[in-house]
């Protein structure tokens, strides 16, 4: 049972992971909502203030483009006994499922006192202020991150230098008719806590 104490609590319970082939590809998202999802992202903690979250944004047929070189470099660096015809496919077809396909980007700052890993956690902080938003407002959402976003490749298309890093291809859209909202679980968090109390 969802608890009620915060509206945040439902936000949190109710964000899923909704795939791409769920989607309704030809149904809008506003403006207005992807303008919404992107302040609050913005509004992720950053330590430093390096704010290192960035956003490529493809809709349209920007896509098409983003599901041909995802199928390239899959091709190009997958060994021969570990390719998937059907994975191909997939990294092909998924950008042209969902009607906005934002690719999430770390740009690395420039503070030697900030080090990489909480560039990388600030910008992760940054997705899931989106996916709750989503979320809240019945958008479905997924966080993809096949390994080709780290090759120089990826980087390439995505204009981003080589200390930069795309940590996830993240798919916003509605549900098709006849989708229902997905269903998650989690183990008990009580096997996840310690209370240290050594006074
Ligand atoms: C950093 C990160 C990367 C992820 N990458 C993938 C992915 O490549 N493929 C995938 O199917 N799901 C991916 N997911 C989504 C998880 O599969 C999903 O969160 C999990 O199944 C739980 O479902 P829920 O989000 O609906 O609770 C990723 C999630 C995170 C946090």
Same mark, same amino acid.
């Given at each position: 049972?969802?608890?009620?104490?915060?509206?945040?609590?439902?936000?949190?319970?109710?964000?899923?992971?909704?795939?791409?082939?769920?989607?309704?590809?030809?149904?809008?998202? =506003?403006?207005?909502?992807?303008?919404?999802?992107?302040?609050?992202?913005?509004?992720?903690?950053?330590?430093?203030?390096?704010?290192?979250?960035?956003?490529?944004?493809?809709?349209?047929?920007?896509?098409?483009?983003?599901?041909?070189?995802?199928?390239?470099?899959?091709?190009?660096?997958?060994?021969?006994?570990?390719?998937?015809?059907?994975?191909?496919?997939?990294?092909?077809?998924?950008?042209?499922?969902?009607?906005?396909?934002?690719?999430?980007?770390?740009?690395?700052?420039?503070?030697?006192?900030?080090?990489?890993?909480?560039?990388?956690?600030?910008?992760?902080?940054?997705?899931?202020?989106?996916?709750?938003?989503?979320?809240?407002?019945?958008?479905?959402?997924?966080?993809?991150?096949? =390994?080709?976003?780290?090759?120089?490749?990826?980087?390439?298309?995505?204009?981003?230098?080589?200390?930069?890093?795309?940590?996830?291809?993240?798919?916003?859209?509605?549900?098709?008719?006849?989708?229902?909202?997905?269903?998650?679980?989690?183990?008990?968090?009580?096997?996840?806590?310690?209370?240290?109390?050594?006074?």
């Amino acid at each position: 049972m969802i608890s009620k104490t915060f509206p945040i609590t439902e936000i949190i319970r109710h964000r899923r992971t909704v795939k791409p082939a769920m989607m309704d590809s030809d149904l809008d998202i =506003p403006m207005e909502l992807i303008d919404e999802l992107l302040e609050n992202a913005n509004w992720a903690p950053t330590h430093g203030f390096t704010e290192p979250w960035r956003f490529k944004i493809f809709s349209g047929n920007s896509r098409k483009s983003l599901g041909k070189k995802l199928q390239d470099l899959y091709s190009a660096h997958t060994p021969d006994d570990q390719f998937r015809q059907d994975k191909l496919n997939k990294l092909g077809k998924n950008p042209i499922l969902a009607p906005i396909v934002m690719a999430i980007c770390m740009e690395r700052g420039d503070n030697p006192k900030i080090p990489e890993l909480e560039e990388i956690e600030a910008v992760a902080c940054a997705i899931q202020n989106m996916h709750l938003t989503a979320a809240a407002a019945g958008l479905g959402a997924f966080w993809s991150s096949p =390994p080709i976003l780290g090759t120089d490749g990826m980087r390439e298309f995505l204009s981003l230098r080589e200390i930069d890093r795309c940590l996830g291809l993240f798919y916003l859209g509605w549900l098709k008719e006849g989708e229902n909202w997905p269903k998650s679980s989690r183990g008990p968090v009580s096997n996840k806590i310690e209370w240290v109390d050594k006074s």
